[in-house]
């Protein structure tokens, strides 16, 4: 029989990293009540190249927030979907796969392109990206933070 993987805890918001977008130490809602993840975008534009094949350009953030970087992404590989909103409203969305990092878990999955701006936090992380290696406990916030703070103050010892 194998051997379930124990889960490693964490709060109802976190500090997570998007090394492949230049973006660290951003804050996120843990959202069990969302399947999918969403982050905050602006000037959201599906383009056709002159091969006939489409992107998406998107920035990120939002000029006043302080790890807002004024950069452009695109991806190639993107779709649309219906996602229901905390409101119940139904939006369609692009969707982008990229990684975040939390602990020292890589996690790849999928995040809807959503004008948060209205929002508290910038990043929301749905159950599909945490299911299979986290565990909320919402007593709780910023564990990976306070867990990176200690093992560096040990190193500097």
């Known amino acids: 029989?194998?051997?379930?993987?124990?889960?490693?805890?964490?709060?109802?918001?976190?500090l997570i990293d998007f090394p492949?977008?230049?973006?660290?130490?951003?804050e996120a809602k843990i959202d069990t009540g969302a399947f999918t993840s969403a982050i905050h975008c602006t000037a959201i534009h599906e383009i056709t190249l002159p091969d006939g094949s489409t992107i998406i350009r998107f920035s990120l953030l939002d000029p006043g927030?302080?790890?807002?970087?004024?950069?452009?992404?695109?991806?190639k590989q993107f779709t649309q979907r219906d996602i229901k909103s905390s409101f119940g409203e139904v939006q369609e969305r692009y969707i982008i796969r990229t990684k975040f990092q939390l602990f020292d878990k890589v996690i790849e999955t999928e995040f809807s392109l959503s004008d948060r701006s209205d929002m508290k936090y910038p990043v929301l992380i749905g159950r599909s990206a945490i299911r299979k290696e986290f565990v909320v406990d919402v007593a709780h916030k910023n564990l990976s933070a306070k867990a990176k703070f200690k093992k560096q103050?040990?190193?500097?010892i």
């Open 65 to 75: 927030h302080p790890q807002y970087h004024h950069k452009i992404f695109e991806f």
């Open 1 to 14: 029989m194998p051997v379930k993987k124990e889960k490693r805890t964490i709060g109802r918001r976190e």
């Open 20 to 26: 492949a977008l230049e973006l660290y130490g951003i």
């Open 153 to 156: 103050n040990k190193k500097n």
